[in-house]
């Protein structure tokens, strides 16, 4: 069994940041990937950034320049640093893991704020 803590979220003025940051209840080396991912009300759930094992990354147009995914592996963390904020960054944040044999397995979302 695999579990995801997710904490960070928050009310934050446009221009502003937040770090959202998912722990793993084992390493994460033990997953292909970690990801966030997003969804605002009425939209689906779409990828915003992912940090594969070996260290590679990719974001999402809307984010590229603004958001950096990054992890600790000691304390078996991913981080989504948000700098810049926008009022279309509003959404619940998940975080993602996907690894042999679990799938993907999701945390339990953080809401994201920001007001104009």
């Known amino acids: 069994q695999v579990q995801l803590v997710e904490s960070g979220g928050g009310l934050v003025q446009a221009g502003g940041s937040l770090r959202l940051s998912c722990t793993a209840s084992r390493s994460i080396f033990d997953f292909n990937a970690m990801a966030w991912y997003r969804q605002a009300p009425g939209e689906q759930r779409d990828l915003v950034a992912i940090?594969?094992?070996?260290?590679?990354?990719n974001y999402a147009d809307s984010v590229k320049g603004r958001f950096t995914i990054s992890r600790d592996n000691f304390k078996s963390t991913v981080y989504l640093q948000m700098n810049t904020l926008k009022p279309e960054d509003t959404a619940v944040y998940y975080c993602?893991?996907?690894?042999?044999?679990?799938?993907?397995?999701w945390g339990q979302g953080t809401q994201v704020t920001v007001s104009s």
């Open positions: 940090l594969t094992s070996g260290g590679s990354t």
């Open positions: 993602n893991a996907n690894g042999v044999p679990w799938g993907d397995v």
